[in-house]
């Protein structure tokens, strides 16, 4: 049973336990330069049922680095628990699993953006879409000052199967700039678009498409992976194809997204969002707003 866990965490880049795994009483008195090392180097605890325990105490340290490091691994943690078999999955005190989640939540206001950044995702890859969770990842995504960030979290939640009207909102806001500092932002919401293809963010995308800017070329290439569905874009792009001295790069982004319209055809953008391919709920939910 142990074996087949072991393997799913290895594969999400994570191996935590093993036959010559240590304690959690020696991991607490290890000094905290050991203790950042033991989880750079892939951590080891036995009893597998103290994984939790570990986490929960590196998130709670003292250190902001430990905190960092805690977090992140987490992150790998989640994943592997969502792609391993049910059975190789131990039994996980109630205990330790709820204080695993405030741990988390409790670092969604950390002054560090890779700790904020790897909290929210865990949170996120814990479990499967339902409305109280939407709206709790929502709101984080909207307090969140980073753009990168905030674009990273919209992705996961997709990934994990979100798609509602709010979501696909959150979306077409990060849309409403195209100033370098919204870039990746940007980025990430029309790899959702592209990958939702939600017909109320047609009107949006086909205003962005026909006016010159930043966000023209990735807008043509959203309208191209939705192929027929976007066949009421269709007169816009003729128009557009029409326009004397015409950028060739959107001339050629146009000319693709017209096609893959008419022959319903459409064109899966160059770095597709990927759907997580099965989500469990990994333990009884306790999410906490920190704020």
């Known amino acids: 049973m142990m074996t087949k866990l072991f393997t799913a965490l290895a594969l999400s880049g994570l191996a935590v336990a093993c036959s010559h795994g240590i304690t959690l009483e020696e991991f607490k008195a290890k000094m905290p330069e050991e203790k950042v090392k033991f989880f750079q180097a892939k951590p080891k605890i036995e009893p597998l049922s103290d994984l939790l325990g570990l986490y929960v105490l590196s998130l709670n340290d003292p250190s902001p680095a430990m905190q960092k490091v805690a977090a992140q691994s987490a992150v790998f943690l989640v994943l592997g628990l969502q792609t391993a078999e049910l059975e190789a999955i131990p039994a996980f005190s109630k205990r330790d699993t709820e204080a695993l989640q405030r741990a988390l939540c409790s670092h969604l206001t950390s002054p560090d953006d890779e700790t904020r950044a790897a909290a929210a995702l865990a949170l996120v890859y ?37 798609s509602s009207r709010a979501v696909v909102d959150q979306a077409l806001a990060f849309l409403e700039s195209d100033t370098d500092e919204y870039k990746r932002a940007t980025d990430s919401a029309f790899k959702v678009l592209a990958y939702l293809k939600p017909p109320q963010a047609l009107a949006p995308l086909i205003a962005l498409a026909t006016k010159p800017s930043s966000l023209q070329d990735d807008a043509l290439k959203v309208l191209a992976a939705y192929g027929r569905e976007a066949k009421v874009a269709k007169s816009a792009l003729d128009a557009l194809l029409k326009t004397e001295n015409l950028n060739k790069e959107i001339q050629k982004a146009a000319g693709r997204a017209f096609e893959a319209i008419v022959s319903g055809k459409a064109i899966t953008p160059p770095v597709p969002l990927k759907p997580f391919p099965s989500v469990r709920t990994l333990w009884p939910e306790v999410l906490v707003d920190p704020r």
């Open 126 to 162: 814990a479990y499967p879409p339902e409305k109280s969770r939407e709206a709790f990842f929502l709101r984080q995504i909207k307090r969140e000052p980073n753009t990168e960030i905030q674009g990273a979290l919209l992705e996961a939640m997709v990934q994990m199967g979100y």
